[in-house]
Structure formats: C-alpha cells, structure tokens
C-alpha cells in the first residue's frame, strides 16, 4: 500500500527558512517523479517543483532560487527546502507521485501547514 | 505563467448533468500533441483525488459518470447523474511548456 507522509511544517517569520519532508512507503522515489503542491489557505491548487528519477528538476516562476527540492534515496523520502520565505507561502504543502508517461499526480500526501507570519 | 481559467461555481440537482470548464491557451491545454489535462475532486480538508488524467481517462475506482473532453484550448469535465457525494471543488490542471506544471483556479460544484 502506498503512503507519503509530509512533516516540517510550521510557523516561521517572514526570511526565514524551513525543510519539508515526505516519507513515502509502496514505492521508491528515486525510481519516479515527484512534486510538490501547496495550496493557501482558502484558494486553489499551485504546482511548486518536480523532480524527476534522473534527478532533474523543476520550478515554478514563484519560488525559483529561492525553493529546492531534493531526496534522500537511503530514507525513501523526498525534501523541500525552503528559504526566503514570504508571507505568501502561506500554505498547505503536498507531495505528490506524478505518473511518468503523464502529468497527473495519482498519489498524495496528507499535505503539511506552513505558515508565514511576523 | 497564468492558471487556467475556471467558473468559480456550478451547480445541479441530483441526477442532473453538470459541465465544467477548463480554458488554457495553445502553450498548455490546446499545445500541440498534448493530451495532459487533469482533473482533481477536493472535498472540504481532504487531499486531491485524481478524477480524470489524458483528458478523457478515469483511475480504476473513478464512477463513469465522470467523463472528460478537450477541444482546442478548453478542456471540460462532465458530471452525470449528480449525487450528493459530488458536492466538491474540482481543479483541472495541465502540462505547460518547459517542465511546469498548471493548475486551473478551482470550480465549486454544489448539488442542489
């Protein structure tokens, strides 16, 4: 059976910098695609990054130089460090498995709440 | 680059059929050769739930009266039969060029 677990979340000023983890369980990340989406509070769905089984990696414009994604292939699980936070990153923050011929997510986790605040 | 453009509501009775909207442009939903649209079920505090990928295709699991469709820059996704259970918001999504990924604005479906 399949899990992704996120953890890390949490409440940081403005500036500052937080890690993301997703423990996955069922299948092993570095043989697919993974991403992150968050989503604020109230509003819809945003792609973040993607990495890929090559490791290859992605960004959207939003969080370019400022996000990086990475895995730890030992552990199964899958990162995303944040830093230069801003109160716009406000949200719930889900990994997800991307179907590697496609790009829809068939596999999510529970998702993970950060929250920028002074 | 910008989401995709959804109704911000629809609605229907039970058994009824209910569409929703998904308009990209050429680089994302109507690119050439793409069959990339997504659909997403989200109930209140729960996570994503695929619904429809390539378009037209459901997940084992997935009722059949969820159907999806594309025509040039718009994707749509149909429900028939509407039961109570489908009272949702329903997010598209769809590859857009350079290794990205977007998402429509979500649309909330509320069954009368």
């Known amino acids: 059976e399949v899990h992704l677990v996120e953890t890390g979340g949490g409440l940081i000023q403005p500036g500052g910098s937080l890690r993301l983890s997703c423990a996955v369980s069922?299948?092993?990340?570095?043989?697919?695609?993974m991403s992150w989406v968050r989503q604020a509070p109230g509003k819809g769905l945003e792609w973040v990054s993607i990495?890929?089984?090559?490791?290859?990696?992605f960004y959207a414009d939003s969080v370019k130089g400022r996000f990086t994604i990475s895995r730890d292939d030992s552990k199964n699980t899958l990162y995303l460090q944040m830093n230069s936070l801003r109160v716009e990153d406000t949200a719930v923050y889900y990994c997800?498995?991307?179907?590697?011929?496609?790009?829809?997510?068939?596999?999510w986790g529970q998702g993970t709440l950060v929250s920028v605040s002074s | 680059q910008s989401a995709l453009t959804q109704p911000p509501s629809a609605s229907g009775s039970p058994g009824q059929s209910v569409t929703i909207s998904c308009t990209g442009t050429?680089?994302?939903?109507?690119?050439?050769?793409?069959?990339?649209v997504s659909w997403y079920q989200q109930h209140p505090g729960k996570v994503p739930k695929l619904m429809i990928y390539?378009?037209?295709k459901r997940p084992s699991g997935v009722p059949d009266r969820f159907s999806g469709s594309k025509s040039g820059n718009t994707a749509s996704l149909t429900v028939s039969g509407l039961q109570a259970e489908d009272e949702a918001d329903y997010y598209c999504?769809?590859?857009?060029?350079?290794?990205?990924?977007?998402f429509g604005g979500g649309t909330k479906l509320t069954v009368l």
């Open positions: 997800a498995k991307r179907n590697s011929a496609n790009w829809h997510h068939d596999y």
């Open positions: 069922g299948f092993t990340v570095s043989s697919n695609y």
């Open positions: 990495i890929y089984s090559g490791g290859g990696t």
């Open positions: 050429s680089n994302d939903v109507g690119g050439y050769g793409y069959n990339y």
């Open positions: 390539e378009v037209s």
């Open positions: 999504s769809s590859y857009a060029d350079s290794d990205k990924l977007i």
